[in-house]
């Protein structure tokens, strides 16, 4: 599997970890798979964790995402996306995203590391014991 997700009720945040290259039609299925989490809800955070993969779409391919991320942005309510991006490209690819999405009730951000990342999601738990306590 090119990736796990796990949704952490606890804290209230889902994390996706992707665990090699993942492509656009990887990536819109998992959009889809969040949605059918049991336990789903409007407001819940989102971790995406690239740093283990690569992310091989093109500039278009982020353009159609960001518009497929739309249909389900409702679904999602005003709440928070954090991708954490270590790559030079998925870091790039996520800035466009973001930029894409801007307009959208889900706000996210792109970091290349756990320190930068602690607090902006709100939960009041650094990103490094989220990952800690939503496993694979």
Partial sequence: MSHTIRLNEDLGVIVLHAKRSMDLLEI???????????????????????????TPISGTEVRQL??????????????????????DMTYGLSRIFMALTSDHQVETHVFRNLVDANGWLGLGVDVDEILARTPD
Avoid: C, I, N, Q
């Fill in 28 to 54: 819109k299925k998992a959009f889809d798979e969040m949605l059918e989490l049991p336990g789903f809800r409007e407001g819940l955070r989102l971790v995406v964790d690239f740093r283990g993969s690569e």
């Fill in 66 to 87: 960001a518009e497929y991320a739309r249909s389900a942005d409702a679904r999602w309510g005003t709440t928070k996306w954090s991708f954490l991006a270590s790559a």
